[in-house]
């Protein structure tokens, strides 16, 4: 169990970034108190006609935020995987063959130690990993302290410099895709990169706390909530810290939420749903629908975003759950949740993981476990092809400072049969 807690507890500060996947701020009602606000609609509002119209529109955008573990979309393709290896004082870029289960510097020339910089997969530094069409994107921190992009082809390649010399720190999580291009945010702007023609467009000003969470038409959906305007009216410190977290939350869960749909070229904003944040203890987008379940509840919602039309999904969904994170892969909803049968005893907790089928409405518990090691014992989905995924197959422990990765099929994944197969380092 102590495996269990410290791996939960470095768990919780990444799960804190996710904030449009766990968006309830769901906890028991204790009562409005005197200086409370006013309960927010607990109904859920949408504008399927604003809806029709952005389908319409020039442009058509998508976003793979939903696939993505934690909200941060890796370096995938249906073939392969991409990522930066520690290498001691260096790191490699390199790319896992999900059909050859192996991990190979990106390099292709022949002989190579892959030692120096001499090696096309030599980087002084780690970079941060992005797939736009036909070409990979890196990004990362110069030694003068400015950040600096590069893109090459996905097989390998020459590498060019499509941006560099920006003042401040920026993060390459792609929000949202276009025609082999990424949008990105660039010193407090929408930025669209296309590698192939090496150029940068930059488009309208973030709103404050712009938080993607998926694509519709030629817009980025993000989340709002009127929470911290709530917090600033109502909280009142007492001094008493449990006593003032209690009434944060009491405050927080009589919010409401709004998903709205942002023009990153016109800066134009346009609210498409609302609904009561303590009724919801996640959230989601996935091809034109918003996925939700409300805290305590047996079934998941989906909510169809041009028509406004609702159906329940998994009836049989066990309430008891903790649900931390959520992420689709293979049409089915992947839902990592904590099940504390006793509360107060944590030796008792159980981590689990469940697979809803977003068409036939089907929940499956998978109950395949990785190798060990300190972190997760679930066999965390990392990226996926027609027949496989990639997935951790041990994690990390001292000594060894990374997970070991492998394949396993899909049939056996959902019938919990261990074939997964370790990816072999070819270097």
Known sequence: MERFLKRTT?????VALVAFL????????TGQSASAPPASESATQTNGSTVEKLLDGEHTLTSTVARAYMGTPAAETDSGFYECVGQGEHFLLCRIDYAARTRTPLCGVEGCAHGDESCPAWRAGWRELAVAGDWLLEGGMEQDGTWSLDAQPLGGGERKN???GVQEYTSLIPMAE???SLWIAVEGKAARVDP???TVEYGAALPEGFQPV????GCILHRTSDGDALLNEYYKATGDLTADEQQQQDI???ATATLAAWDPRTGEDTPLAQWA???YDLALVWDGKLLRHGAGRSNFEVTDLATGGTTALGENWPAEQTIQTAYVRDGRLMVETVWKPEPDNSDTWKECLFALDLQSGELTEITLRNHGGQGTALARILGENADNFYVVCSTAWEGKPESLMAMVSKADYYAGVDSMEPIRDVF
């Open 214 to 217: 998926g694509a519709l038409g």
């Open 22 to 29: 766990l968006a309830g701020c769901a906890g028991q009602e």
């Open 196 to 198: 192939a023609a090496g």
């Open 178 to 180: 276009e025609e082999g």
């Open 277 to 279: 944040a303590e009724e």
């Open 162 to 164: 499509v941006l560099s």
């Open 10 to 14: 470095r768990a919780a500060l990444g």
């Open 252 to 254: 927080l869960n009589r």
